[in-house]
Structures are given as structure tokens and as C-alpha cells.
């Protein structure tokens, strides 16, 4: 089974953004953070779709 969403940890693991980064992203309204009890999860689509709308490399 494909795992749905990440750990802030997991996040930055697999995305390569900083901590402060996802958490700027979410403060800024550009991912969405999930709680369950203490953990806060991002959906890995929303992790993606926010990848795929930063700005192309020059």
C-alpha cells in the first residue's frame, strides 16, 4: 500500500526542502498541515503538486 501522507521529517527527507521551508510553505498557505494527536502529516499529493509549482531552474 502507497503510504498517503509524511511526517514534517519524512517531508523533508524525501523533498529536499528544509524544515523551515515547509513550514514557512504552510504559514504561507501552500501546503496544508494535518494533526493527528501530536503528529503534523502533509498529503504526499500536496507535497508534490507544491514541488511541481516552484519555479523552474534557469
Given at each position: 500500500?502507497?503510504?498517503?501522507?509524511?511526517t514534517i521529517s519524512e517531508s523533508v527527507e524525501m523533498s529536499g526542502?528544509?524544515?523551515?521551508?515547509?513550514?514557512?510553505?504552510?504559514?504561507?498557505?501552500?501546503?496544508?498541515?494535518?494533526?493527528?494527536?501530536?503528529?503534523?502529516?502533509?498529503?504526499?499529493?500536496?507535497?508534490?503538486?507544491?514541488?511541481?509549482?516552484?519555479?523552474?531552474?534557469?
Amino acid at each position: 500500500m502507497t503510504k498517503l501522507a509524511a511526517t514534517i521529517s519524512e517531508s523533508v527527507e524525501m523533498s529536499g526542502l528544509s524544515r523551515s521551508a515547509i513550514y514557512r510553505a504552510a504559514r504561507d498557505g501552500k501546503l496544508t498541515l494535518r494533526k493527528n494527536g501530536k503528529r503534523s502529516l502533509i498529503l504526499i499529493s500536496e507535497l508534490q503538486d507544491f514541488l511541481k509549482s516552484l519555479p523552474a531552474a534557469a
